[in-house]
C-alpha cells in the first residue's frame, strides 16, 4: 500500500507542480482575477499536499521515533497554515469563477476567518511547545477547522451547480462542470480525508489522501485547458489583433497576402511566385507597407503587425 501511495504522490506532486508553474506563467500573460485567485488556492493546496506526504514518509521511514518532537510539530504546523489559508483560497476562486455579484465583501469575510484561524493556530502551536494545551481545546479547534474546510467544498458544489445552470455553452462553463463533477465526486474522500482520524474511521487508509487524486487529476486538467487556450483560443485572438491593426493603417488586400508571405520567411521572387505577381510588383508592395507603416525592414512590419507563432495564417 505504502509503494502506490507513494507513485500516487509521486505523479501528484510532479504534474502538479508543472501545473503550478503554468498558472505562475499565465497570470503574467494574462491579468485575470479568475487565474489569480485559481493560483492562490493551488498554491495552497499544492503547499497542503506536499507538507502531508512529507508528514507522511516521516511516519513511514520511523523517523518519529528519534526523540525529536520539533520536526513533527513543524512539519504539521506547517500543513495547518496551508488549511487556513484554504479557508480563504477555495472561495476566493469559486466566487471569481462565477463572477458572484457580491464577491469583493465576501471575499473580506473569509479573508478574516482565515486570519483569526491562523492567528489561533499560533497560540494553539505556542502552548504545545510549552507543554500547556489543554487537549480538548486542542481537538475542537481542528474539528472546528477541518469542518469549515468541508463546508466550504459542499458550499462550492452548490454554487457551481447554481451557476452551470444559468450559462450559455462556453469555455467556462465548461470548467465549472468540471469543478461540480470532480468535487461531488470526491467529496466522501474529503470528509475521509478530514475527519477519519478524529472519528477513528479507516484506520487502514490512515495515511492515504483522497484529495491527492483529486489534485492530480486538476493538475491534468488545468495543463490540457490551458494548453487547448493557447494552442485554439490565443492564435485566433492573435489573428483578430493583426485583422484590426491591418484596418487602422489602411493596408490592402493584397498588402495584407504580402505581409503574411513575409511572415512565412519567403523572398521577394517566392512571393511572387505563391501569389502569381512579379517581384517588382511584390517590392512596390512592401514600399508602400513601410510607407503606412512608417518603417524600413521586414522585421519591423511584423512588430508593427503583431505578427508571430501564434498568428492562424
Known amino acids: 500500500m505504502i509503494y502506490i501511495q507513494s507513485i500516487i504522490y509521486v505523479f501528484a506532486i510532479s504534474i502538479g507542480s508543472c501545473s503550478l508553474l503554468l498558472c505562475f506563467l499565465v497570470d503574467k500573460l494574462y491579468s485575470l482575477e479568475v487565474n489569480r485567485s485559481h493560483k492562490v488556492f493551488f498554491t495552497a493546496l499544492t503547499g497542503l499536499l506536499f507538507g502531508d506526504i512529507i508528514l507522511n514518509y516521516f511516519y513511514w521511514f520511523g523517523f518519529h521515533k528519534i526523540e525529536d518532537k520539533w520536526i513533527p510539530l513543524f512539519l504539521n504546523f506547517g500543513v495547518n497554515i496551508a488549511q487556513c489559508a484554504l479557508v480563504y483560497a477555495i472561495p476566493l476562486f469559486i466566487l471569481s469563477l462565477v463572477g458572484f455579484k457580491n464577491r469583493i465583501t465576501l471575499f473580506l469575510i473569509f479573508k478574516r476567518l482565515s486570519i483569526s484561524l491562523f492567528a489561533c493556530l499560533c497560540l494553539v502551536y505556542g502552548f504545545k511547545i510549552f507543554n500547556r494545551l489543554n ?26 451547480f447554481n451557476a452551470q445552470k444559468e450559462m450559455s455553452d462556453s469555455f467556462l462553463s465548461k470548467v465549472i462542470k468540471i469543478i461540480l463533477v470532480l468535487c461531488s ?32 487529476l486538476w493538475s491534468i486538467i488545468y495543463c490540457v ?5 493557447i494552442i485554439e483560443k490565443l492564435p485566433l485572438q ?76
Do not use: M
Not at 467529496?187 to 484529495?211: A, H, T
Open 185 to 216: 465526486f470526491f467529496v466522501v474522500g474529503f470528509f475521509i480525508d478530514l475527519f477519519r482520524v478524529k472519528l477513528g474511521v479507516f484506520p487502514q487508509l490512515e495515511s492515504f489522501r483522497f484529495y491527492s487524486i483529486f489534485y492530480l
Open 225 to 229: 485547458s490551458v494548453y487547448k487556450l
Open 238 to 313: 492573435q489573428a483578430s489583433n493583426t485583422e484590426s491593426l491591418f484596418e487602422s493603417f489602411n493596408i490592402t488586400e493584397r498588402e495584407k497576402d504580402i505581409a503574411k508571405q513575409i511572415a512565412k520567411g519567403l523572398s521577394n521572387a517566392e512571393i511572387g511566385e505563391a501569389l502569381f505577381i512579379s517581384e517588382y510588383t511584390v517590392k512596390r508592395h512592401i514600399q508602400n507597407i513601410f510607407g503606412k507603416l512608417k518603417v524600413t525592414n521586414r522585421i519591423s512590419i511584423l512588430k508593427k503587425l503583431e505578427i508571430d507563432s501564434f498568428n492562424s495564417f
Open 135 to 160: 487537549l480538548s481545546f486542542d481537538l475542537s479547534y481542528f474539528i472546528i477547522l477541518d469542518l469549515i474546510l468541508f463546508i466550504e467544498v459542499i458550499w462550492s458544489i452548490f454554487i457551481c
